[in-house]
């Protein structure tokens, strides 16, 4: 029997991953403080070098204010009052430049270049194509992207989704950029489809501190506002970067030390952002003189939180033993908490070298934190994000912070509080809406009520399940509104996989990424209009909303003329679908509405509890807060109390010779957008194939810095390798390692989720590190 030769051209998938190539590392010492002149330097260098100067000082000056647009780079909310005339830090500039760029990628781009092709090039190479101007499709074994018209578009969509078996087969992806009239649409429209499959991205973000907050406190949102910082005596950061992720926070942090407040990091790495600030808006700041904004800086071991707060509560016990009535709030525990007595008992039955050796930190700098805690008036705010969200134990971890802050009644009075920092810019907001694969009854009973319909009550997936639906059982059609679901997922390969049993994949897009080259056997791409852009409907300029971190609804109104006369809103976009989708099965008159924007708010305002006179209120400069239970001190839990839960102390281990490694961002992305290869504050410059360890254990290894690791992860007796990547040695405890995402998704197991939340683990990575097989 002969066998059958080779075809001449084997056809090549496109890349999952980007190339493993260097571009040419530098490496400097790390900052000791952030912003001051190079932000602004950076800011317009990125703004004017994507948009000109023209169009980048248009933008800018709309940016944050209260007749502007919402800066799409994270949820950190704007003052209520006083706005600076430059409300922005340099990474929302970034995010600005981004997407006013004058750069296009038009149908001559994606006739040079094929799928195959562009999957070789970089995510920073794709991201500097510029944007999107007209909608295209990738015929099934097509190997170019070929212009194609809206309407077709649309036709395409229905057809696909009305011939899969059922609804479930649809997975409906939002990313937190989508606007709150988008997101309000989108879900009406896939509920009557007939699936609750919401996946959104923050599954992969803050479900955990949802998840945490919603048992303990009855509301899975934070429970401050901004101008309770002033008023702070002590601000936990933990788990969080906010000098490159939420760098406005800075000055609001800078300010509450200049009131007294004393900050305190939690954070493996030596983070320069959190050391001090220089305010790029203050001449002290612009000479590069800097506030030290730490007091006490907590190396925690990667996932070693849990283990720091039980230390805290177990400190503050002591305290409380030795000065009876002075340190706990017990009126507060008597009146508005339930279980803290066996909670109590738990902390006391946990040693302390079980708390030394889980959090890596010592009990003197836990007692002193705790007594720094238990002093003044016990104004405690605690700020987190991915670095307690995203790890096995994230939800126990993040019920341990609000244990501490019940002990000391530190919730629902001024300057006291819970304060999860929100990433995308309207995650909160599209949850509010109902973007969620389980959103409760009385959501739904309203939904149906108001759009005469019955929504489906079995809840649908969530990001890790719909990659394993799709992974598992192909031919489902996946949409995704905004975002780049193959690269902010866990398990690239994996994921790759899932996507291409899709018979479509269509993603909702300003900008070009690796979620449109790793597709279905057909794929869309849908190219809307950017927030900072002018969003006319039959010949009236509209404006969205947004929800920030601290639950103010606010308005956004784009300024700029849009990068082609092609694109539509997300709204609109999301009206077509639904309209050519459900055709007769649906009474809603989609387009009418997506051509004003004030009759979706409307429906809002018929549907979710706290958005009465909803079109009259967002027009009010600033937009008004949603209730919010926990601050007003009434808990929608089923004890109608906070609630204390004993969770068993817990912590991924690694054995001898591992690493746990975490997965983070550069001081040049946002999420998975790469504007540029350095990490400023970090002192990397060129590179983001990078893995920080600790000197030693680099020593330990026989590596040298700046050689090249391959990294194996390992999880339940399978393997995943991640190739050529430069070893850094950087300030942080041993056995801790870090690496950028996205580079290193293909290291995380999609089975390995947090408890509860299912969120990916993307902070506790377990891994070998060895010397490049290629070297
Ligand atoms: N410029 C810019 N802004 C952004 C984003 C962006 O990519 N770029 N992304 C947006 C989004 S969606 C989000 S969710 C936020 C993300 O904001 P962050 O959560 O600040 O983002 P990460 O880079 O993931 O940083 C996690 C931090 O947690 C620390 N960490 C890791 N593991 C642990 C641990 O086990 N314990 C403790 N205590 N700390 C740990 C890391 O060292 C790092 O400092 O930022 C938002 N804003
Ligand atoms: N390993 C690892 N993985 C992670 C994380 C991590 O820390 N480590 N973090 C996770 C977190 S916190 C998050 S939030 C997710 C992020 O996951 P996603 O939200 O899915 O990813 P983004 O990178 O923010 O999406 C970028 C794309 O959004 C599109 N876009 C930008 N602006 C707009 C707009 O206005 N409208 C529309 N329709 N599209 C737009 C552009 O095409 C751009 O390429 O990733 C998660 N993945
Ligand atoms: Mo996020």
């Given at each position: 029997?002969?066998?059958?030769?080779?075809?001449?051209?084997?056809?090549?998938?496109?890349?999952?991953?980007?190339?493993?190539?260097?571009?040419?590392?530098?490496?400097?010492?790390?900052?000791?403080?952030?912003?001051?002149?190079?932000?602004?330097?950076?800011?317009?260098?990125?703004?004017?070098?994507?948009?000109?100067?023209?169009?980048?000082?248009?933008?800018?000056?709309?940016?944050?204010?209260?007749?502007?647009?919402?800066?799409?780079?994270?949820?950190?909310?704007?003052?209520?009052?006083?706005?600076?005339?430059?409300?922005?830090?340099?990474?929302?500039?970034?995010?600005?430049a981004a997407e006013a760029t004058t750069r296009k990628a038009t149908r001559d781009f994606f006739a040079r270049y094929s799928i195959t092709e562009l999957a070789a090039e970089s995510d920073y190479w794709l991201e500097q194509q510029g944007r999107l101007v007209e909608p295209m499709l990738l015929e099934a074994g097509g190997t170019h992207y070929k212009p194609v018209s809206w309407d077709q578009a649309f036709q395409i969509i229905s057809t696909e989704l009305n011939q899969l078996p059922s609804p479930d087969d649809g997975v409906f992806y939002t990313s937190g950029r989508a606007s709150n009239e988008a997101a309000f649409l989108y879900q009406l429209f896939v509920r009557q489809f007939g699936t609750n499959n919401l996946p959104d991205c923050s599954n992969m973000c803050h479900e955990s501190s949802g998840c945490a907050l919603k048992a303990t406190v009855g509301v899975g949102k934070g429970t401050v506002r901004l101008d309770d910082f002033a008023q702070a005596d002590t601000i936990l950061v933990v788990g969080q970067n906010p000098g490159t992720n939420h760098p406005r926070m800075l000055s609001t942090l800078q300010a509450a030390v200049r009131k007294g407040a004393k900050v305190i990091a939690v954070n493996p790495l030596i983070e320069p952002g959190l050391l001090g600030f220089k305010h790029p808006q203050e001449v002290s700041g612009m000479m590069g003189l800097s506030t030290k904004l730490?007091?006490?800086?907590?190396?925690?071991?990667?996932?070693?939180?849990?283990?720091?707060?039980?230390?805290?509560?177990?400190?503050?016990?002591?305290?409380?033993?030795?000065?009876?009535?002075?340190?706990?709030?017990?009126?507060?525990?008597?009146?508005?908490?339930?279980?803290?007595?066996?909670?109590?008992?738990?902390?006391?039955?946990?040693?302390?070298?079980?708390?030394?050796?889980?959090?890596?930190?010592?009990?003197?700098?836990?007692?002193?934190?705790?007594?720094?805690?238990?002093?003044?008036?016990?104004?405690?705010?605690?700020?987190?994000?991915?670095?307690?969200?995203?790890?096995?134990?994230?939800?126990?971890?993040?019920?341990?912070?609000?244990?501490?802050?019940?002990?000391?009644?530190?919730?629902?009075?001024?300057?006291?509080?819970?304060?999860?920092?929100?990433?995308?810019?309207?995650?909160?907001?599209?949850?509010?809406?109902?973007?969620?694969?389980?959103?409760?009854?009385?959501?739904?009973?309203?939904?149906?009520?108001?759009?005469?319909?019955?929504?489906?009550?079995?809840?649908?997936?969530?990001?890790?399940?719909?990659?394993?639906?799709?992974?598992?059982?192909?031919?489902?059609?996946f949409i995704g509104l905004g975002g780049n679901f193959l690269s902010a997922t866990p398990d690239t390969e994996f994921t790759a996989t899932a996507l291409r049993n899709c018979h479509l994949t269509a993603q909702v897009s300003t900008k070009l990424n690796r979620s449109h080259l790793i597709t279905g056997k057909r794929a869309l791409i849908l190219p809307c209009l950017g927030r900072s852009e002018m969003d006319y409907q039959s010949g009236m300029p509209q404006f969205v909303t947004?929800?920030?971190?601290?639950?103010?609804?606010?308005?956004?109104?784009?300024?700029?003329?849009?990068?082609?006369?092609?694109?539509?809103?997300?709204?609109?976009?999301?009206?077509?679908?639904?309209?050519?989708?459900?055709?007769?099965?649906?009474?809603?008159?989609?387009?009418?509405?997506?051509?004003?924007?004030?009759?979706?708010?409307?429906?809002?305002?018929?549907?979710?509890?706290?958005?009465?006179?909803?079109?009259?209120?967002?027009?009010?400069?600033?937009?008004?807060?949603?209730?919010?239970?926990?601050?007003?001190?009434?808990?929608?839990?089923?004890?109608?109390?906070?609630?204390?839960?004993?969770?068993?102390?817990?912590?991924?281990?690694?054995?001898?010779?591992?690493?746990?490694?975490?997965?983070?961002?550069?001081?040049?992305?946002?999420?998975?957008t790469v504007y540029g290869l350095h990490d400023r504050y970090r002192g990397i410059s060129n590179e983001r194939r990078i893995i920080f360890l600790n000197p030693e254990d680099l020593r330990g290894l026989g590596i040298l810095p700046l050689r090249p690791v391959d990294i194996t992860s390992h999880w339940q007796g399978q393997t995943r390798l991640a190739r050529n990547f430069l070893a850094i040695p950087y300030d942080m405890p041993r056995g801790s390692a870090a690496a950028y995402f996205p580079e290193a998704n293909v290291l995380v197991p999609v089975d390995s989720t947090a408890e509860q939340s299912n969120t990916p683990t993307s902070k506790s990575v377990i891994i070998t590190v060895a010397p490049a097989a290629s070297a």
């Open positions: 029997m002969s066998s059958r030769p080779a075809p001449p051209h084997e056809p090549v998938l496109p890349a999952a991953q980007p190339p493993e190539e260097h571009t040419g590392i530098h490496v400097g010492s790390p900052s000791h403080a952030a912003a001051g002149l190079p932000a602004v330097l950076s800011s317009l260098n990125h703004v004017f070098g994507q948009a000109g100067v023209v169009r980048g000082t248009e933008a800018l000056l709309k940016l944050n204010q209260k007749n502007g647009f919402d800066c799409p780079s994270c949820a950190w909310p704007d003052p209520d009052d006083h706005r600076a005339p430059a409300e922005f830090c340099e990474n929302g500039a970034k995010a600005i730490t007091t006490q800086y907590l190396q925690v071991k990667v996932n070693g939180d849990m283990a720091l707060f039980r230390g805290i509560a177990k400190a503050l016990l002591a305290l409380e033993e030795a000065s009876p009535g002075k340190v706990l709030d017990d009126t507060f525990l008597r009146q508005h908490t339930t279980g803290f007595a066996e909670y109590a008992t738990l902390v006391r039955q946990t040693s302390w070298s079980e708390i030394v050796d889980g959090s890596g930190i010592a009990q003197e700098e836990i007692e002193k934190l705790a007594r720094q805690l238990a002093g003044g008036q016990k104004r405690v705010i605690s700020c987190w994000a991915m670095g307690l969200t995203q790890h096995r134990n994230a939800v126990a971890t993040i019920q341990e912070v609000t244990h501490v802050h019940l002990m000391l009644g530190a919730l629902g009075r001024p300057g006291a509080g819970l304060c999860p920092v929100r990433g995308h810019s309207n995650v909160q907001g599209d949850r509010t809406m109902g973007i969620f694969e389980k959103m409760p009854d009385a959501f739904l009973d309203k939904l149906g009520q108001v759009f005469s319909f019955n929504p489906p009550r079995h809840h649908g997936y969530d990001v890790v399940m719909a990659i394993k639906a799709m992974h598992e059982s192909p031919g489902k059609v947004v929800e920030d971190s601290m639950s103010v609804v606010h308005m956004s109104q784009g300024n700029l003329r849009p990068a082609s006369d092609k694109l539509l809103s997300e709204t609109m976009i999301v009206a077509r679908i639904a309209e050519a989708t459900l055709a007769k099965q649906t009474s809603v008159p989609w387009t009418q509405l997506a051509s004003n924007y004030d009759l979706i708010r409307e429906k809002i305002e018929a549907v979710i509890p706290g958005f009465e006179n909803f079109n009259e209120r967002v027009r009010r400069p600033g937009g008004f807060y949603l209730p919010n239970g926990a601050r007003e001190l009434t808990f929608d839990t089923p004890a109608r109390k906070a609630t204390f839960i004993a969770n068993a102390l817990q912590s991924v281990q690694p054995e001898p010779g591992q690493f746990l490694l975490q997965t983070l961002r550069s001081h040049d992305q946002f999420n998975t």
